[in-house]
């Protein structure tokens, strides 16, 4: 039998043995922990709250920070085009691909089935950096964090042709690396990083809850998702 699916399998077996002695509850939270901080929201997330800590960024003049996604100078059109490109064309790619049936499962459970959609959103993530890159008046921060997402969509796709890393604690890693750049730019946002770390925490567990990885492949994807961020900000300073 294939090394391949040799490993396939084991993953297989281990979901299912999770499946027999966690809890029905407990899987459930696990479930809509994954759901709740999926990777494909995760840009959107941090746009959000650079939004609302820092508006001035985005050339708000006043302090209603709950209109500064909206408002006039940070118009809604910018957040838009980062769900769009982030989220909703990756998730009707992989809707699109479940339908023809060119994977087995919405959920992509094994390392082939994330192949041909790690490179839909590698190519729409890649379009969304080129589109922002000419947008003189987004923050740089944006930039920053679409450009470090796009990197480690990659890394993780390269990763995934020997080992199937979590893409959730990717998404993660990124996520407290986007958090420490805007607590950098931003007051009283400290409190963020406190958010970031239970964040990354309960995303992990909740990943071996269900079984979906082994610690190798969680730590990993913290890794590469917190390193592409840095490496996204040094090239934009450098450049």
């Given amino acids: 039998m294939p090394?391949?699916?040799?490993?396939?399998?084991?993953?297989?077996?281990?979901?299912?043995?999770?499946?027999?002695?966690?809890?029905r509850s407990l899987q459930f939270i696990?479930?809509?922990?994954?759901?709740?901080?999926?990777?494909?929201?995760?840009?959107?997330y941090a746009y959000i709250l650079l939004a609302y800590f820092n508006p001035y960024l985005f050339g708000e003049?006043?302090?209603?920070?709950?209109?500064?996604?909206?408002?006039?100078?940070?118009?809604?059109?910018w957040f838009f085009n980062i769900v769009l490109f982030s989220c909703i064309i990756p998730v009707v790619g992989v809707v699109l691909m479940k339908f023809l049936g060119m994977i087995d499962s919405l959920t992509l459970p094994?390392?082939?089935?994330?192949?041909?959609?790690?490179?839909?959103?590698?190519?729409?993530?890649?379009?969304m950096v080129a589109?922002?890159?000419?947008?003189?008046?987004?923050?740089?921060?944006?930039?920053?964090?679409?450009?470090?997402?796009?990197?480690?969509?990659?890394?993780?796709?390269f990763i995934n042709l020997f080992t199937k890393i979590s893409i959730h604690t990717v998404g993660l890693g990124g996520f407290l690396a986007m958090i420490i750049i805007i607590i950098s730019r931003s007051y009283g946002a400290e409190f963020l990083f406190i958010f970031g770390i239970l964040a990354c925490g309960l995303v992990?567990?909740?990943?071996?809850?269900?079984?979906?990885?082994?610690?190798?492949d969680i730590y990993g994807g913290?890794?590469?998702?917190?390193?592409?961020q840095f490496v996204a900000l040094n090239y934009i300073f450098s450049s």
Avoid at 204 to 216: E, I
């Fill in 3 to 23: 090394k391949e699916s040799t490993y396939e399998n084991i993953d297989i077996a281990m979901t299912e043995r999770y499946k027999q002695y966690i809890p």
């Fill in 30 to 44: 696990a479930k809509f922990i994954s759901i709740a901080f999926h990777p494909l929201f995760i840009l959107s």
């Fill in 61 to 77: 003049v006043n302090t209603d920070k709950i209109f500064s996604i909206t408002g006039k100078h940070c118009k809604g059109v």
């Fill in 110 to 127: 094994t390392k082939d089935d994330r192949k041909i959609p790690y490179v839909l959103a590698g190519i729409f993530y890649m379009a």
């Fill in 131 to 157: 589109q922002n890159s000419t947008n003189t008046s987004l923050p740089l921060e944006i930039k920053i964090f679409a450009l470090g997402a796009t990197i480690a969509l990659f890394i993780a796709f």
């Fill in 204 to 216: 992990g567990t909740a990943r071996l809850l269900l079984g979906a990885h082994n610690p190798a």
């Fill in 222 to 228: 913290y890794f590469v998702g917190f390193l592409s």
